[in-house]
Structure formats: C-alpha cells, structure tokens
C-alpha cells in the first residue's frame, strides 16, 4: 500500500512493508495509512453533526480521502483495502450518514476493484490480481485447495476441543507464516475450541461491545467515534484472520491483531 510497491519489501509475493534504512526494521505502510484516515474521518464526523445530511459539506470530504487511501492501498493489500473500507463505512453509518450515500460509496468501490482486476487479468499485467483470482478460486473450488488450506485444517481438526496443550503443536512446523497469518489455527491445535479458539474470538466480542459502551457514556463525539473507529478496525482484521483459518474465507494474509 501507498508507498510500499516503489520500495517496499516483497513478502510472501506481496510488497506491503517499507524497510528504515540504517535501523534495518520494516513496517507496513497501510497500517499508518488506517491509523490516519480513521481519526480524519472520526474528526470530520463529530465536526460535521450539524450538515451530516449534506452531500457536499459533510459527506464529499469525508469520501474523496477514504477512496483515494483505499485505492492507494489496493493493489498490494485488498483485504486491508476493504477492511478500512468497511470499517470507514460503518463509522460513517453510526455519524448519521445517509445510508443512500454509503451504498453509493460501496458501488464505487465494487466498481473500481472489477475494473482494475478485469483490465489487470485481461493485459496479464503482473500485480495481484491473479492472486485474488486463484484463491477465490482455490476456496471454492476443494480439489485446488492450497498447501496453507490444508495444513491450517489438519491443525484445527487436531486441536479439536481440548487441544494439544501450550508447545505441542506440530503443524507450525508445516503451516506457512504459521505465526502471523494462521496463528489462530495453531491456538486452537495447543489450547482446543474450549480454551482457545471460542475465549478470543469472545475476547473482540467483549472488546466491540466495550466500545459501545464507551460511546453511550461520552459527551463528545469526537473521541467516541474515534474509540469506534480504531476498535472496529481491530475487531474487523481479526474476524477476517479467524474465518481464514477456519476456511470461512480466501486467504487474505491478515495477521491476529
């Protein structure tokens, strides 16, 4: 995302993390991006109450930054594209948006991800769309399923209810990136369904609805949408990374926040 495909760091094919020369360490530039447009948006929604219902006093320049850093951010990471997509969505949803103006903003978004993948696929232009093209593909499809699929499988299907127990796993050996995009797979072969898998998947639960809360206490707007925004987008990622590793989902490569 933004500026990771001139000098990012290629991982598992994709260019998402920028590396800091002399200090050696990289980070992925799209997370700085979401921190950013989410305090933009929640800043814009609690100054904008009063004409919320207004095209272009309140909606165009909230709408013109959330698609521009969400094109930006595409072409190397979609899954990320659409969860700060969605997670803009639903905060604009909560602010009184209109709901008109949100499926409009969806529809844009549809539109333009089927025409880069559709002029990507038909010029055989090397980026990602071939990428999301086979794994929807491979997820649909179980005689295609992928090396990462499979193994993330037999980890669940091991761990069953009560688990391996803590350092006892053996798929990790096997599962690629086994501690970052399917480590929620490898939880639930060590500790099971019973202490693993259901208490996080309770834990973001308990942390939206903490949120909720919040929001319902606060006086002012600003740091209730913003409390919103960012857990929102914490719980989102973590949804989409626990049904990839239940196979719910097409990979994405969305670590567990």
Same mark, same amino acid.
Do not use: E, K
């Given at each position: 995302g933004l500026n990771s495909p001139f000098r990012g760091e290629d991982v598992n094919q994709a260019t998402r993390r920028l590396q800091v020369p002399v200090l050696g360490f990289t980070f992925q530039t799209s997370d700085l991006a979401k921190l950013a447009l989410i305090v933009y948006v929640a800043r814009l929604l609690s100054q904008k109450q009063n004409d919320i219902k207004d095209l272009k006093k309140a909606f165009l320049p909230i709408m013109v930054p959330v698609g521009i850093i969400c094109v930006l951010i595409m072409p190397e990471d979609l899954s990320t594209a659409l969860i700060l997509m969605a997670t803009c969505v639903i905060l604009m949803y909560i602010g009184r948006i209109k709901m008109s103006y949100l499926l409009l903003l969806c529809a844009a978004g549809i539109f333009v991800i089927s025409l880069y993948a559709g002029i990507s696929l038909l010029t055989q232009k090397e980026n990602r769309a071939p990428t999301w093209w086979s794994r929807v593909e491979s997820h649909f499809d179980k005689e295609t399923e992928s090396y990462q699929v499979e193994q993330a499988k037999i980890a669940i299907a091991s761990g069953g209810i009560l688990g391996k127990f803590p350092g006892n796993s053996t798929q990790r050996n096997f599962l690629p990136y086994s501690y970052s995009d399917y480590i929620y797979a490898v939880i639930i072969e060590e500790y099971g369904l019973l202490l693993g898998g259901i208490p996080i998947l309770l834990m973001y639960l308990i942390l939206l609805y903490r949120a909720g809360v919040l929001v319902r206490k606060?006086?002012?707007?600003?740091? *209730?949408?913003?409390?919103?925004?960012?857990?929102?987008? &914490?719980?989102?990622? *973590?949804?989409?990374?626990?049904?990839?590793?239940?196979? &719910?989902?097409?990979v994405t490569g969305q670590p567990l926040p």
């Open positions: 606060s006086t002012r707007t600003f740091p *209730a949408f913003l409390a919103v925004g960012l857990t929102l987008g &914490l719980v989102l990622q *973590a949804m989409v990374h626990m049904a990839v590793a239940v196979n &719910l989902l097409p």
